[in-house]
Structure formats: structure tokens, C-alpha cells
């Protein structure tokens, strides 16, 4: 009896001295850095000359820099350099990104030093929300919307909170 509870032992630890055996397995490790984004100011906002009367009204900017009116808003003979904002986005050829325009509105002020001011808001880009940079680059053209109050005083407005665009990799 003493031999077969030996031999049933020596077997259990044989059989659990087989089952604890270790494996082992190795992986790799790498890491790809990316161009990171870039974005830089290529030109800037200008709904030209604006006339305006008594009602005031809006100037509307497309992407593609052409302006439609609304109100007592009119543009004279010479509307003076209308152009839409153009920002050039750099990083990794193929990568998509996001855009993100003021969410607010932007205020712009007269050269005279007086507090008169008028607001752009409603912007819009194309692309519209996200870009693809194909070869590396791409162009983000921005338009907006110029809220013109009646009987704005004359002068030359710029903006005195910045028009800020921000791109993020998808």
C-alpha cells in the first residue's frame, strides 16, 4: 500500500510539476512622430468700403470673398479691397483635421480713438468643419458677417479681439 501511495504521489508531481511549466513570448515596439499641424495667416478679412444710412444692415462675406447686403447697407463705387480670410494649413500628407472658428462674435473699433464699434460674427470656412491635407497643405478660406449699425460714424474699423482659427489632427 505504502509503494502505490509512493508511485500515486511521484505521479501527481510529475503531472503538476508539467502543468507549471513557463512560455514566453516577445513583442516588438515602435513609434511613428508625425509633421506636426501647423496654421498660419495668409490674408486677412476686409469687407471694403461700406456705406450706410439710417437702418444699418449687414455686409455678408462668402469664403470665396464676395459680399451680398442686407438693410441700409450699400457698397459705394469704389469698394477698396474686399477679401476673405485665408489661413495655410501644413502637416502630414493625407492626414484629415478639424477646424474650429469663433464660436462669439469679434468686435472692430474706429481709428478715431471713440468707442465706435461694430461686431463680425457668423463665421464660415471652407472647408466647412473638417480638411484634408492631401499633399501635406491646404487652404482655409474664412467669411463672416459685418453687423453695420444705422448712421455708423465714418473711419477705418479694426478688429480689437483677434479672428482666431484653430486646426487639430483628427
Not at 23 to 49: C, H, L
Not at 117 to 135: I, K, Q, Y
Not at 145 to 157: F, M, P, S, W
Amino acid at each position: 500500500m505504502k509503494k502505490i501511495k509512493s508511485l500515486i504521489m511521484i505521479i501527481m508531481i510529475a503531472v503538476t510539476t508539467g502543468a507549471m511549466a513557463q512560455e514566453s513570448a516577445t513583442a516588438s515596439s515602435s513609434a511613428t512622430i508625425v509633421a506636426p499641424i501647423g496654421i498660419a495667416q495668409a490674408a486677412d478679412m476686409n469687407f471694403g468700403n461700406v456705406a450706410t444710412n439710417d437702418a444699418g444692415g449687414t455686409v455678408i462675406m462668402t469664403t470665396g470673398g464676395s459680399t451680398s447686403l442686407t438693410g441700409g447697407v450699400t457698397l459705394p463705387a469704389d469698394t477698396g479691397t474686399v477679401a476673405a480670410a485665408a489661413f495655410d494649413v501644413t502637416g502630414e500628407a493625407d492626414y484629415t483635421y478639424t477646424i474650429a472658428l469663433p464660436s462669439g462674435a469679434i468686435t472692430l473699433q474706429d481709428d478715431a480713438g471713440t468707442p465706435n464699434e461694430m461686431t463680425v460674427d457668423t463665421f464660415v470656412s471652407d472647408p466647412d468643419t473638417t480638411g484634408a491635407l492631401t499633399s501635406g497643405a491646404q487652404t482655409v478660406n474664412v467669411g463672416a458677417t459685418l453687423n453695420v449699425a444705422g448712421g455708423q460714424t465714418a473711419g477705418v474699423y479694426t478688429n480689437t479681439t483677434n479672428l482666431t482659427v484653430t486646426v487639430n489632427y483628427n
